[in-house]
């Protein structure tokens, strides 16, 4: 893909437009981060680092819609990402799942509108159906309901939960999914929360 | 002058009333919600904001008490009629590639006489509180092309490099959630919690959604424009603030507008 890009790149070059010859990939990407660099302000807590790309967000911003990046890309951002994942000291994953219920409705957190002192959620119903009880689900995930239900309740699926939680890109690189503790989203307990209700069998999600 | 939050209140009530009663499954849930968004488009209070707009253009104004008739959105001085449908566009008096936000601003500085700062002073209003001139020029403005089949250029080569600026723009994923535009408008057929996105990487999609903003928000007793809807995209994306006019607006409104060529603009729209 890179290189059909390239080709199309050289291709655009030797055509002359006007008098103009038409700017190449590379040179619009780099006008694209300065423009982008001038056109926003920091505000509440939200800072112009933020504009910073890391390595895993410059790839997936190289993919066409809907398309993975192609294998050796994937196991690269894959790697990368599953070094980041720190499970708990203590070795228990499941917290709570009432609390964990709570954090997936919350939306706030993270906004630069947002009360820096104020709740920061996962906002999970924004794209997943969980619990049966919520009709105002979103889809651009999958369905998380019965979760541990369809899987088991094992030690090894509660391990790929919290991972997951924690850094989605280690699983599936480029993922439309936020790294919650990667990216210090969610602490540590509120991850083992929404574990938990993943997890649980008394949680609603696996009734 | 009509209580405009307070009908958005109501509307909002009835939704709450009518739409989604607990008991109802979800896929009735989703066509009690359609039936509630045709139901809306009996009567659009945004004729209220195209009627102020109206008014403003054409009264005398600023420093220099000067109309809005001299200036120019792209089709000659004062023509209003089909303008939006061709913007963002390369104006050459400014050097710069614009959308009709920012020209309006570069005509109140430039014609008018007023300061940048006090042109871009409130270009987002809120209801009674704190009303916004620009929205309501905007809504006279693209009021004057519905039904126009959108036609945005790309033959000057900074049009050209602000479309090819906007899309990556588009794929752009930063900040703690790694959220781009991309994120929720580049597959069909997706949902945030029971609100239908747009696939605006598909003609359809662009087309559909770039054609209904600007739109009055009933949730909001607002009318919205285009800029808004990309200061709000962004915060929810967890960026920064967006500058109002900034490069990077113009840019990735290039990119849908273009996107969005061959139908017919259908604005000011109602969005709950």
């Known amino acids: 893909m890179k290189l059909g890009r390239s080709v199309i790149v050289i291709g655009l070059a030797l055509v002359p437009l006007g008098c103009a010859i038409a700017p190449s990939n590379d040179q619009i990407a780099s006008q694209a981060t300065a423009m982008l660099q001038a056109s926003f302000k920091a505000t509440g807590q939200a800072g112009l680092d933020r504009l910073n790309q890391d390595e895993t967000q410059r790839v997936c911003s190289e993919l066409a819609p809907g398309k993975a990046p192609a294998k050796e890309v994937a196991e690269k951002i894959e790697k990368l990402n599953l070094a980041t994942i720190r499970y708990p000291a203590d070795g228990k994953l499941l917290g709570d799942w009432k609390n964990g219920e709570k954090i997936a409705q919350e939306g706030r957190g993270k906004q630069f509108s947002d009360d820096i002192a104020g709740p920061v959620g996962a906002n999970c119903y924004a794209c997943h159906q969980l619990t049966p009880q919520e009709l105002s689900f979103g889809t651009i995930g999958p369905s998380l309901y019965q979760f541990a239900k369809l899987r088991g309740y094992g030690a090894d699926t509660q391990r790929y939960a919290y991972g997951k939680i924690f850094n989605a890109d280690a699983f599936a690189a480029c993922s439309t999914m936020p790294r919650f503790g990667h990216n210090q989203i969610l602490t540590e307990q509120q991850i083992k929360d929404v574990t938990a209700l993943l997890m649980d069998p008394q949680s609603p999600v696996n009734k | ?272």
């Open chain 2, 1 to 272: 002058m009509p209580d405009f939050p307070r009908r958005g209140s109501w509307l909002v009530a009835l939704l709450t009333a009518v739409a989604i009663p607990s008991v109802l499954a979800q896929g009735s849930a989703v066509d009690e919600i359609a039936k509630y968004r045709a139901a809306l488009q009996d009567g659009n209070p945004a004729e209220l904001w195209e009627a102020r707009g109206e008014e403003l253009w054409k009264q005398k104004r600023g420093p220099r008490q000067v109309s809005m008739e001299q200036c120019d959105l792209g089709l000659g001085a004062g023509v209003v009629k089909g303008a939006y449908a061709r913007l963002p566009r390369y104006f050459a008096d400014a050097d710069r590639v614009m959308d009709l936000e920012t020209r309006l601003v570069w005509c109140m500085v430039a014609q008018q006489g007023y300061t940048e700062a006090d042109a871009k002073k409130s270009p987002f209003g809120n209801g009674n509180a704190r009303k916004s001139d620009i929205e309501a020029l905007v809504a006279y403005i693209t009021s004057e092309s519905r039904g126009v089949p959108m036609n945005v250029s790309l033959a000057h080569p900074k049009e050209a490099a602000m479309y090819r600026i906007g899309e990556k723009m588009f794929y752009f994923r930063g900040g703690p959630h790694d959220f781009g535009c991309v994120t929720c408008h580049g597959e069909d057929g997706k949902r945030i919690r029971l609100q239908d996105l747009p696939n605006l990487t598909k003609l359809e999609g662009a087309q559909k959604a770039y054609t209904t903003w600007p739109a009055y928000r009933v949730s909001q007793g607002e009318l919205r424009t285009f800029q808004w809807r990309l200061y709000d995209c962004f915060r929810q994306q967890r960026f920064p603030e967006l500058l109002y006019g900034s490069d990077a607006s113009i840019a990735l409104t290039m990119f849908l507008a273009r996107n969005a060529n061959g139908a017919a603009f259908d604005a000011p729209a109602i969005k709950r």
